[in-house]
């Protein structure tokens, strides 16, 4: 048997469709899998034992090169990449991204059975259309993880078992143990790390309340933070880093997605805004101090009773806004209450 999972991006969307990956290679142990998935996301996947091959969309990279001038590139990857799509027959066809980008690469695929939910989920955007077997849908205030397992029970497949098996291996284990070492950090000490960025400007808390909260963790629990983030990250953390008095490392850009992974797997706590690292460092079972705003926590959140979900209760949370003037349900979340949290955890 063959089988196509479509999940395309972000980071925390990939891995909330891991447990359903995992389902279905308990459900087929012998069948083919194969994933199809955006460049940014693919290497979160790479390796994972429930897949058998992995199809990379270099999707924004194309447009780019079309955009410089390098059209033509472009043109014989894409149809490279077409090429690797349609060369197989798919008994099954998982559309567990729902979004037209998504449909219109299961609409040239070759399944005999192209599944997902009917109309009615939030952000669709008509994706149902290239489905032949469409599922009723069902309430968005449902943990996406549950929704992904829930697409299943229309093949047979029953589980709401949380297995997620990210493929870290000892060389990220070990890569991450130099970089610690270098930084001064003791391995025989407990590991905070802190993830303070996020796409949305509505999810950022802001750096000063990282900064006291950074110091009051070093003073009580004689620590060293490490602060984790992308490259496009350091000016932010930098600025944090500058508002402290005592020591904490910065290891923006300097750790991959696995290395990150490995990273969170060794600490003791990852405080986070509502973010991809954030859903890397539940994925590996490490309690998780998550501060949530315009977000809905039920819907994407941590999940699990390790994990505590720091918000404030207005009325106008969650709106779901990238843009607000005000931003009050993450400008009223107080250091005091994220540290009732992390004491909750530590």
């Known amino acids: 048997m ?10 925390g969307d990939v891995i909330h469709t891991l447990p359903a990956l995992n389902a279905i290679r308990k ?15 693919s290497c979160i996947i790479m390796g994972h034992p429930s897949i058998d091959r992995v199809i990379v969309s270099k999707r924004k990279r194309w447009f780019k090169d079309i955009r410089d001038g390098r059209g033509k590139t472009a043109i014989k990857e ?6 690797e799509l349609i060369d197989t027959h798919y008994d099954m066809v998982f559309d567990f991204q729902a979004l037209l980008k998504s449909s219109l690469l299961i609409a040239i695929s070759r399944g005999k059975r192209k599944i997902g939910f009917d109309r009615g989920m939030e952000h669709q955007e008509q994706s149902f259309l290239f489905l032949n077997e469409r599922i ?6 449902i943990h996406a993880i549950i929704r992904n397992l829930m697409m299943l029970d229309s093949v047979g497949i029953h589980s709401r078992n949380i297995e997620y098996l990210l493929p870290i291996g000892a060389e990220d284990q070990k890569t991450v143990d130099n970089i610690l070492i270098k930084e001064g950090i003791a391995l025989s000490k407990p590991l905070v790390c802190i993830n303070p960025v996020a796409k949305w400007k509505t999810k ?12 009051i963790l070093s003073n ?6 490490v602060f984790t983030g992308s490259a496009d990250d350091k000016s932010t953390v930098s600025q944090i880093l500058s508002q402290m008095k005592y020591r904490a490392v910065d290891l923006t850009g300097k750790t991959s997605i696995k290395t990150l992974a490995a990273l969170y797997e060794k600490a003791t706590l990852l405080i986070s805004t509502d973010t991809g690292p954030m859903h ?46 005000t931003i009050e ?15 909750k955890i530590m």
């Open 27 to 41: 459900a087929y142990p012998s069948a083919h899998i194969t994933w199809l998935i955006e460049e940014d996301a």
């Open 136 to 141: 009723a849908p069902v309430d968005m205030n």
């Open 2 to 11: 063959n089988i196509l999972i479509v999940k395309l991006s972000a980071i």
């Open 280 to 325: 890397i460092c539940a994925a590996v079972d490490t309690p998780v101090a998550a501060l949530f705003g315009p977000t809905a926590p039920w819907r994407t959140g941590p999940m699990g009773d390790i994990h505590q979900v720091i918000r404030t209760d207005i009325q106008c949370s969650p709106c779901f806004k990238r843009n607000c003037q």
């Open 78 to 83: 894409t149809i490279k990449f077409i090429s």
């Open 204 to 215: 950022l808390w802001p750096n000063n309340r990282f900064a006291e909260l950074a110091d």
């Open 329 to 343: 349900c993450m400008n009223n979340i107080t250091v005091a209450q994220v540290m009732k949290g992390v004491k």
């Open 220 to 225: 009580q629990y004689d620590i060293i933070p």
